[in-house]
């Protein structure tokens, strides 16, 4: 291909983006992807597929909570819909992390990095609860 790598770059998240929601465009994805490889190493293009599809896997779970949290009309089961579709993502997202672990020479391991932030639902209405009275801490 004869496109500079800004042009590959935006055509490949692009396509990548369509893929993501069903569009059968493995081949044109598989020649951006070899092209950036040729420009800049196959390292470097895998590095790249991943952190994209990081990035679309992290949009998509935002919009889905935040339409979560705004949208008070929702019935349960669309909200059950929402979960499992974030669920999935979710798992797109923890495996694209994983490889580009690899990559960068870290040791991979399944436990959050964030395990001791506090939890918040993604049914919590948005800015969070907010309570007259200071919130509990658990002794550790």
Not at 87 to 101: E, T, Y
Request: positive net charge; glycine residues 6%.
């Amino acid at each position: 291909m004869k496109y500079p790598l800004s042009e590959l770059f935006d055509r490949l998240t692009i396509e990548m983006r369509k893929a993501h929601y069903g569009k059968n465009n493995a081949e044109l994805l598989a020649e951006y992807r070899k092209a950036i490889g040729e420009k800049l190493g196959v390292q470097i293009a895998d590095f790249v597929w991943q952190t994209t599809i990081l990035a679309i896997a992290n949009t998509d779970i935002a919009n889905l909570e935040f339409a979560i949290r705004s949208n008070k009309e929702l019935s349960p089961e669309e909200i059950g819909e929402r979960a499992i579709a974030i669920r999935n993502i979710n798992n797109m997202r923890c495996i694209a992390k994983s490889i580009i672990g690899r990559y960068v020479g870290e040791k991979t391991d399944p436990e959050r990095y964030d395990s001791k932030q506090k939890f918040t639902s993604i049914l919590q209405p948005l800015g969070g609860k907010h309570r007259g009275k200071a919130a509990r801490t658990r002794k550790s």
